[in-house]
């Protein structure tokens, strides 16, 4: 936290200056600590339900550990998202409790098992390769206080095999769906549920389907009206869409 903004602050509050829900909220925003090569933001799940998450992607392993050292002081789930096991062995030596999902990618540390949900979330994927995007939005559900089913290899290419889990899809409040190649499936599941359905495009798939390019464009274009997308493989971001979508309580707007 920036002391001297902070002081800023309370002088402006105690002259009457600013008013004490004003400055209650710039104080939350102010909340975080600088530790030189990242600025770790311990507000956040107050503004947004759910502590920083840290992407692994192009940092160092001895960045990942000092902002998961800083986090978990203050945060008892926490995720570290396209990561290796080199990183997860270095954190778990900090944090002993830390686990380690290899088809995700992800380190996860799940202290706080609490149900925040209202129902549960079904995560679908289309073929078994769409798995580890699809458990990267699982494991995310799971931490953030949901309910998850998982419903694997599911595509369209033998529809039967969706259509034989139209209970358990129709019992969920969220549905994500992972598919390549052309990305069917999200819009087969939205036309079987009447809730919102998290489409995510994974990068599986022949040269025409450039990479999932293919099947966001097929995701975006749904006629399926309870559709909604994210971008190509980011699992994580449809399992905390999902969350907060499933939440019993909101973040109060200020």
Wanted: neutral net charge.
């Amino acid at each position: 936290m920036d002391l001297n903004e902070l002081a800023k602050l309370l002088a402006a509050h105690k002259s009457g200056d600013l008013e004490t829900n004003e400055a209650l909220h710039r104080i939350k925003n102010l909340h975080f600590e600088d530790i030189g090569f990242a600025r770790v933001d311990h507000s956040r799940a107050s503004r947004q339900g759910f502590p920083e998450v840290v992407f692994g992607g192009g940092k160092t392993r001895a960045q990942i550990v000092g902002i998961v050292e800083r986090l978990v002081q203050r945060s008892p789930n926490i995720l570290v998202t396209r990561t290796d096991e080199g990183t997860f062995g270095e954190i778990r030596n900090v944090v002993t409790d830390a686990e380690w999902h290899e088809s995700a990618r992800l380190v996860r540390i799940r202290r706080d098992k609490t149900n925040q949900g209202v129902g549960s979330i079904a995560v679908v994927t289309a073929g078994t390769s769409d798995i580890p995007v699809a458990e990267e939005a699982a494991l995310t559900a799971e931490t953030m206080g949901n309910t998850v089913d998982r419903i694997w290899d599911a595509g369209v290419a033998g529809i039967h095999r969706v259509l034989s889990e139209r209970s358990l899809l129709q019992r969920s409040r969220v549905v994500i769906v992972a598919a390549g190649m052309e990305g069917a499936l999200p819009s087969v599941v939205g036309g079987l549920v009447g809730v919102p359905v998290v489409a995510v495009p994974t990068s599986v798939g022949y040269g025409a389907s450039f990479g999932g390019v293919a099947a966001l464009l097929g995701m975006l274009n749904s006629c399926a009206s309870n559709v909604t997308v994210v971008n190509i493989d980011n699992g994580f971001g449809a399992g905390f869409v999902a969350s907060l979508i499933n939440r019993r309580w909101t973040v109060p707007v200020e």
